[in-house]
Every structure is written in structure tokens, then in C-alpha cells.
């Protein structure tokens, strides 16, 4: 049951990474240059009262280490490599395991 969510979570995420892809490549044609959406435009989009709050809590609970080098990189990658990155993860993770071959002699 686990491997089947796993696996659906990562073809969605793969569907949604060829979605930000197709936007994309249209932004990229209406604007003739190279555009990307980051992952932080996305998510303050789709969380716009609960984003900005994540800076201060995790300076304050965490550690403000993981703010200023890890996380604000992660948000500046383009969100649709990530989704396709992270969405083949999750199905090489939720792939059945590998079938042996042959027969054990010993018994």
C-alpha cells in the first residue's frame, strides 16, 4: 500500500513538473528569454499568508544556518526540475523490487 502512494505521489509530481515546464517554455516564448519559475514564487502562491512566515520560525526554532545558504537556494531552483526530480525519486522508490533469477540449490 505504501509503494502504490509512493509511486502515485511521484507520477504526480512528474505531471506537475511537465506542466511548469509547459508554462514555462510559454513564458519563455512571450518574453523571448530564458524565464524558470522558482520554487518560492510557487509556493508563496499557493501559501500566500503561511510563506512569509517561514523565514522567522526557522532562524528562531531552528537554526539560522539552514536559512541563508540551504534554503534559500532550494528556493531559487526552478520548481518544475524540481518536481521532476523529486517525482522520479519517489517512482525509483516505489518500484517493485527485482525478481531473482534462477533458483536457490542449497537446502
Known amino acids: ?21 509547459v ?20 509556493l508563496f502562491a499557493v501559501f500566500p499568508k503561511g510563506f512569509p512566515l517561514v523565514e522567522p520560525a526557522v532562524t528562531r526554532h531552528i537554526h ?17 526540475l524540481l518536481a521532476f526530480g523529486l517525482g522520479a525519486l519517489l517512482l525509483w522508490l516505489g518500484r517493485k523490487p527485482a525478481e531473482p533469477i534462477g533458483y536457490l540449490a542449497r537446502r
Open 23 to 42: 508554462v514555462d517554455g510559454t513564458r519563455s516564448i512571450a518574453n523571448a528569454a530564458l524565464m524558470f519559475m522558482p520554487l518560492g514564487e510557487v
Open 1 to 21: 500500500m505504501i509503494r502504490f502512494l509512493v509511486r502515485l505521489l511521484g507520477f504526480l509530481l512528474v505531471a506537475a513538473g511537465f506542466v511548469g515546464l
Open 64 to 80: 539560522p544556518f539552514l536559512w541563508n545558504p540551504i534554503l534559500l537556494n532550494l528556493f531559487t531552483m526552478p520548481a518544475s
